[in-house]
């Protein structure tokens, strides 16, 4: 149970921190038309908010990794990580900047 809240929370924190877009040549996919050669857009995003994100997450795990699984602190570990995981995937929105006057951005 802990394992897959581990998870959840890995996988919420890609998906919350990801952001601008590099460029990656690979060869066509069979369904694209045009040349041998297709570039990809590919998410890198806000690495070091990743990156802190990711580790904050190991270290609350690994403070109660010598918990028993019928610990309550465990259980209460456990659906704290799933709520974090819920709050980043539903809740978090990153955008860009449009103009330099107002509150404009786009995602």
């Known amino acids: 149970m802990a394992l897959a809240a581990y998870r ?17 040549t690979s060869p066509r996919f069979p369904l694209d038309s045009g040349s041998d ?7 890198l995003g806000d690495v070091r ?3 802190a994100a990711r580790h904050e997450a190991r270290k609350d ?3 109660n990794r010598s918990l028993s699984s019928s610990n309550p602190e465990a259980a209460a570990g456990i659906a ?9 995937r ?3 929105v990153q955008g860009e900047k449009v103009s330099e006057e107002g509150e404009k951005y786009r995602k």
């Open 80 to 88: 704290h990580a799933e709520d974090v995981a819920r709050i980043l």
């Open 49 to 51: 908010l990743l990156t």
């Open 8 to 24: 959840h929370v890995l996988r919420s924190t890609r998906i919350a921190f990801q952001g601008l877009a590099s460029q990656h």
């Open 37 to 43: 050669i297709h570039t990809h857009i590919w998410i």
């Open 90 to 92: 539903q809740n978090v």
């Open 61 to 63: 795990f690994d403070t």
